[in-house]
Each structure stands twice: as C-alpha cells, then as structure tokens.
C-alpha cells in the first residue's frame, strides 16, 4: 500500500494510545480533594506474533497496535511484516480505528496540525482510490458475461462435439470459456469485496468531514492566540506575582489571627401605653391579635397583673393588658474582642466581651412625679463572657447582671429557664472542658458563685451568696456520670449525683439502644442544729436525718420490634416550690410552665411500659404504682395498669384499649394526679394506650396528616370512644374531630371541625367521690355535647399587585348545650364565636414600607369570663379540632369534661380595629379596643393603645 496510508493508520493508532494514557489536568480549584483510586481493570487477551522478533524497531508501534486491537495478525499467529499490505486490510484496520473514535475512545484532540492535515490527505487519497476501484467494477460490470451465458455456451460446445465439428475450434473454445470462467471468478471476488468495504468507505467519508472541523478548530485557536500573544506576561513576571500573593496571603493570615477588638450594642426605644378611656374594667387584648401582624404588641405579657401569677396556660391571654404606661428607652453596648493569646501560648481566647446598658425605663405617677430604673441606677454592666482554651482544654465563663443561669440536674440548682426572675442571681458561671485526647474520662467541670436575692414574693428558694460546683466525667465512652455540691448561704446545703448513660452500638442520631438516666439529690437546711449551720451545733447524723431527698431513674431499651421502659422515684414535698432544689423553674410561681422534673413531689413509685414495632400490628401496655412520700399505716396507694392493641397502616392507626385505676385496690374514674383527657404522649415514650390513667375502655382511629408517612397528607383525624366504667360516674365518651392544612389556588386553606358528646346516666350532674382520700381532686361531670368548627385562610404576598398585598381571614365558633340536644338556648347553651381578618400592603409608598391593618371580634354566653381567657390551654385550644373551647372551657372549671356540672355565668365581647405601620425596624401601631359587658353594661370599657418602637443595632 501507499506510504500516506501508513501514516494515517499510524498516527490514529498512536493518537488511541495518548488519549489512553495521558494525565488530565488537574481542576482549577484551590481545595485539594481525594484522588479516587479506579476500579482494577482485567487486560483484554492480546495475541502473540511469532514472526516479530524482540528489538525490532517496529516492535513497540506493532505490540501498541495489537494491544489496541487494530491488527491482529494471521490466522497462522504471524504478522508478515515484509509484506505489502492490501487494501482491503487497510480498509479493515480504518474501520476499527472508526468505530473507536465513534466510542470515545480515540481523543483526535490530541493530534498535532500537522498529523490531522496527513490524515486528511491520506484519507481522501485512500477515498479516491477507491472510488477508481469502484469504476473498474463498473466497467466490468458493463462488459462481464454471467454464469447463464457460460452455461449456455458450454451446452453449444458439446452439441458441435457430439456432431464431429473441428476438433481445433472446439478445443480453442473450450480455451475461452475457461478463460472467461476465471474472469466471472475474478468479478465475484471482487465484488464482494466492494461490498465488505461499503461500510469502511462511509466511515471514512464520515471521518474526513470530523478532522476537517477539527482542523478548523484548531486554526481559529492558533489565530486567537496569535493575536492575543501581545498581553501575554512573562514567565518571570509571573513568578514574580505569585510571590506578591504569598506575601499578601502570609500577611492576611496574621492579621486574622492577631486581636482584634470592636464596639458594637442595641439601641432599642419604646414609646407609648394602652389605657383605658372609658369604664374601669380592664381586660385582655391579646386574645385579638394573637397569630396576626400585632401579636404582642399590647401585650402585658405572662406576669398576670390581675393574678399576680405566671399565667397557668403559658399564654398571655389570662393576663389583662389595658394596665399599661411605661416610658421606656434602653441602650445597650458592649466591646468585643477576639484571638487573644498570653505570651506563652497557654491561654488562648477567642471571643470575649463585656456589655453596658443604659435603663431609661421609668413611670409618671398620677401626683406628675416619676419612679423607675432610670432615676436610680441609669448605667449598669449587663453582662461580660469569655471563651477559649488553656493549655488545650476548653473554657467559657459568663458573669450576668440579674439573671445568671445555670443547672446542676432536675432537682438540684435549676435555674436556667427562670424568664421572670423569680430570683434575681447576679453571679458568675465557669465551664471548663478537659481535652479528651489528654486526660482520661474526658471530665468536665461548672462553677456557679453569685448573689441572689427574691423578686416576686416567692419563698426563700435563693436568698444571699450562693455558690456550687458540678464534675462530670465520660466513663468508656458511655455517656456523663456527675457529682455535685450546692449552697446557699444561711439557707441550704445540697449534694447531688446525676447519670445519663447509653450502651450498645449508637445509631446515625447517636441513640443507643439502652439507656438511663437519673438523678440523686440530698439538701439539708443550714440551721442551727443541723451540721452545716453557721455556730451550729448539730451532728453528722442530725445533718442526715434532717435531708430532703430526690431520687429517680429511668431505663429505656431498644429492641427492634418493641421498646421497653421502666422507672422508679422517690421525691420529698420539700422540693415543691422548688425550695429544697434550690431551683427558681419550678417556682409556685411559674405553676409548673418552667420546670424540667419528669416526677412531682411527694411520691414514691415505680412503673413500666412496652410498645411494640411490629409493623402493622400496634400493642402496648403500661403499669404504674406510687403512694405519698412520707408513709405510715394509713398511707393510700394510686395503681393505674393499661393495654392497647390494633393495627397500623402507615400514619393511620386503630387500636383498642382497657385501662383500671385504683386507690387502695377501690375503683376510681381517674386518676387527677396523672390523667390528662386526650392526651397523646405515650407513657414514659413507649406505651401508648389512650385514656391512660383512667378506668375506661374504647376504641381509637386516627391518622396524622403532618407524618411523613401519611396516606393522604395534611389531614388529621380523630375518632374516638371511652366508657368510664367506675359505678359512680359510668360515663360514655364520643369524640370525632378532623383538621386539615393545604394550598388551593395559591390560598393557604385550614379548616377544622369537632363534635363532642359527654354522656352520663340520666344526662344527672355525677361525683367520682374516690378521691377524696387523695391530693387530686374529686371528679364531676354532667352530660353536654360540643360542635366546633372554623377555618384560617392565608394568602403571601401577591407579587403582581399593586402595593403587593397579603390577606388573612379566621373564624371559630364553638356551640355547647347541657344534655344531647344540639339547638341553641339562648339561656342554657354556651357559645364562642372568634374572628380575625386582616390586610397587610408589603411594599407601602416607599421601599421596605409595610402598612397593616387589622379586625377582630370575640363574643361568648355563658362562660366564666370574657374579659379574659380562662381555659387552662387558652390560646393553644382556638383553632384546635381536639379541644371543646376558644377562649373559654364548657365549664367553670379546666379544659376536661371533668370541670364541674355548670356553665358560666358571664356573657359579652371584646372587639377591635388596629394598624401598623414597620420601616426598616421602626414600627408604629395603634388600636382601639371595646369590652361590651351584656350582664352588667355598666362595667363595659374601651381602651386605647398606641405603641412607636425602633431598634438600631451596631
């Protein structure tokens, strides 16, 4: 074959290897990143040429080639190098070549101008080769002779050799048709192998116009690069950049790590007050912008004026608001600083900062005189903090003005969730972390010092110095194991020990499949005969019999197909009111909204549950037992047991279920300690069987729409039935309620419907008197059945409307009636009817302007009050499917069925219109509120609020 045909078999095979075997670039990117190590590759079986001797010039390019799969040799195993390669073997080897470019295999990218422009001259050279093979075909297509014309001339020789002709012509005949036969022979082969190369011909038509756009390519790069050569640098200039850039990123590392220090604080003023104009009766407000642009806003928050009490609901809507005046302003600044480090190296500090504060609060007396924060102690230092590490372990300390928080266990120094100050601690906080690489256990440690003093006319929980310390160790890796010890100075002296430890391999949330968890704490008072009294003159002994103690414990163990629970406690009535703890969360204060305790006091008990996870099949069952703390012959024992079973289909559950309660082996309908109607935690989060804590039995359905595996998302009901079987009360109870949350065209839609009916023999008022011997009160009820229903509808801002508004609009409307009759009596019936609607403009005249205005109207009959809520969930219940009540309960009493045998007596409404205008953290707003009394007109009031505030932080 031609020299140009090699070249371009030669350079294709050798472009296949570089494409194979070149290094790709490395990513332009300034993070290293992990080399991925590929997948072991089994090497194709590559024949052997026998007749290629070993130091051949042409060995490594034949081995390459054969390695590739382009030539594979002889049949015999030999290659023939000495012999002139055929066409049609050129044509086979292009075609493999062609079929590994189609495949990606072949990178013509990598090929030099100058190979692409030899291939291209030798592909169309080889192309008219053999289009002029291909017009010899034609010729011979045009003057060949078939095998019918030989056939039929072979039957007219023999007929001239059968009738004797001249044996001459006959033989020179017979001459030309062997001659002609060879020809037809030559044709067939030939044609044939016209036909095998068709396909190789129009692959290599398709690879010309491939290298002909890739040359293209190619010289407008080289152009583009030749006209841009002039701004290229060079190498030196380079290199000379690079070094300004280390420099430059040597000296930004310094300055990030040298210290640095800034001024920054809040300036945050509160002009305005909500007072009456008219009548004396105050009342709440917040019942009417709750969940809307203005919540709070009037708010005299959760320290009830007219209760002088945490609110019982831990809303602010038991709390009236129409009481507020103060002027307020307050500035707040601090310097903070960062990266400090002492000379050695030993104590590292990262972030530290000291903060100032400016009180300008105070109140214009009716005499025009004024008291107040400002008048007394205007600057003050808030708080100062630190964090860092000393010689590798990790510290942080905290110094607070008046409300220092810290917490050693459940009942031991549990001051960290004391909102109000119930307890004014200005103190210190010291946390100091080991390093677990260095020191064994990993132990940790937290030092409390301050000084408190009483804020709300608690009892004596903190009072004077105070100081404590709190070591907790990491024993094999298990979970925290700590001892304390607490003080107060002339008050009490506590020891404490708390545990929370998992075993067995921790999942991806690192939850162990056992667990326990607990906590020990014994507090002796400081008095005189007790041994830690100032000039006291006790014993050890008296010390210890004199303690208080706190004891319990909880075990959970995972195992797959169920989850077991148990615990046990022991807690003295001393630690109520959170006196012997040392402990302002669980104030009376606070009526048990702040506390962290799993156990009340004055208890000793233990119990048990198991819930099983057996895929559609739901079983639980729990059992409980405790008597007072302090016992004696008399003492009375509560047992309450329960069982559950039933089927699952994803979030949709029915089960049924059996529960007994006893005191002192006699029924009872409840137990009130524990029993909670319609309550939805399983008994210590594992066994959930309805209506614990009760003598009842029913039957439960219910799906939970917010679950993942809901089977129709966004909607949740409920349908239930519970008979309290106890002689007294024997009670049925039917509840069937439904929510649902979803979008319809672009409107966010939630309605919700409820209907309650509580049954008791005779529709008669009946007393479970079987708790009289006990702390938790008697129960009483009466047949009455609820309807409730509302929906809340949203829009977000309409972007392609002018001043881009946003609507809302709620309603509820709750109809209770004595007996099961369902009309309304405008005497006997108790109704809530609640609305709110609402439009707020988000891009107002100017940019970032928002302008909001709002209505709201409450009414209630024959409910306890309507001035506030009262319902021991308030506002948690409005818009709830699962409760009877708005703002109000059915009955004068709790949010239960066990309220008492009547309605309330108040009937009225609260109504009114409010505005807002917000820029960029200043905010105006401004209402007008009416308290309608329908039995007592004379005690109606309105109220006026009007309210400026901003807050400027730097």
Known sequence: MKKSLFVLTAALSFGFAAAQTATPAAPATATPTATPVPAPVVAPQVPTLSDVPAGHWAKDAIDRLVSQGIILGYPDGTYRGTQNLTRYEAAVILARLLDQVRQGQVNTGNLSPETLTSLQNAIQELAADLTALGVRVSDLEENAVNREDFTRLEARVEELAAARGDADAIAQLQSQIA?????????????????????????????????????????????????????????ADFDTLAGRVGTIDTRVTTLENAPRFSVSGTIAAQFGDINLTRGTTHFDVDRLTRQTFADGVFSSGLNCPNTGLFSASNTNVECVDT???????????????????????????????????????????????????????????????????????????????????????????????????????????????????????????????????????????????????????????????????????????????????????????????????????????????????????????????????????????????????ANFRAIDPRFDGGVAGMSANDAAYYQGNKTSRPWDPDQVGFGAGVGTNLGPVALAAYGDTYVPYFTDVSTIRRTSFGVSAGARLGALSLVGFYNRATEDNALISADGNFFAYNLTTPYQDVADVPFAFSSTFGARLRHDGAAPNALVPGLSFTVAYARFYEDELRANDFQ????YTGTLFGVRVEPFARYHLFNTPGNASVTDTGNTSYTAPNLTAQTYNTIKYGVKLSTQPLTGVFFQPSVFLNFANRITNPGTQVQVNATGTATELFGQTGVSFNQFLAPNLKASLGYAYYQGFNVASTATGTSASAASATYSAAADRIYASPFSGGGTPFGGDNFGTQSGRVQGVFAQLDWNGLSANYGVFYQDDFDTPANSSVAQGFKVAYTFKF
């Not at 030559?186 to 190789?200: K, M, P, Q, V």
């Open 736 to 739: 069937a309620y439904a929510n």
């Open 179 to 235: 001659d002609l036969t060879a020809r037809a022979d030559d044709y067939d082969a030939l044609r044939a192998d016209i036909d095998d190369n068709a396909s190789s011909i129009a692959a290599l038509n398709d690879l010309t116009v491939l290298l002909n756009q890739d040359i293209l390519n190619l010289q407008d790069r080289v152009s583009a690069v030749e006209s841009a050569q002039a701004d290229f640098v060079q190498r």
């Open 323 to 565: 009481t507020e005046g103060p002027y307020r302003a307050d500035i707040e600044f601090g310097i903070r600083a960062s990266n400090l480090t002492t000379a050695n190296g030993q104590i590292v500090v990262n972030n530290a900062a000291i903060n100032f504060g400016i009180d300008n609060e105070f109140v214009i007396n009716s005499d025009g005189s004024a008291t107040g924060g400002f008048l007394n102690n205007p600057v003050y230092l808030g708080s100062a903090s630190a964090d860092g590490a000393i010689a590798g372990n990790k510290f942080d300390v905290r110094y607070e003005r008046t409300n220092s928080k810290f917490k050693f266990n459940d009942y031991l120094f549990a001051n960290d969730n004391d909102t109000e100050e119930v307890t004014q601690r200005r103190g210190v906080v010291i946390n100091i972390a080991a390093n677990p690489n260095e020191v064994a256990l990993a132990p940790k440690f937290t030092v409390v010092v301050g000084n408190a003093r009483n804020n709300r006319g608690t009892p004596n929980i903190l009072v004077g110095d105070y100081y404590g310390v709190r070591a907790a160790v990491n024993p094999f890796g298990l979970g925290e194991l700590a001892l304390s010890y607490a003080q107060n100075a002339n008050n009490r002296s506590a020891f404490g020990v708390d545990y929370n430890l998992g075993f067995g391999s921790r999942n991806a949330e690192g939850n162990a499949p056992f667990t326990v968890t607990g906590a020990y704490v014994a507090s002796i008072p400081n008095s005189a005969a007790g041994f830690f009294g100032p000039g006291g003159t006790g014993t050890v002994q008296n010390a210890f019999e004199s303690r208080a103690q706190a004891f319990y414990t909880n075990a959970v163990a995972d195992f797959g197909i169920a989850r077991v629970g």
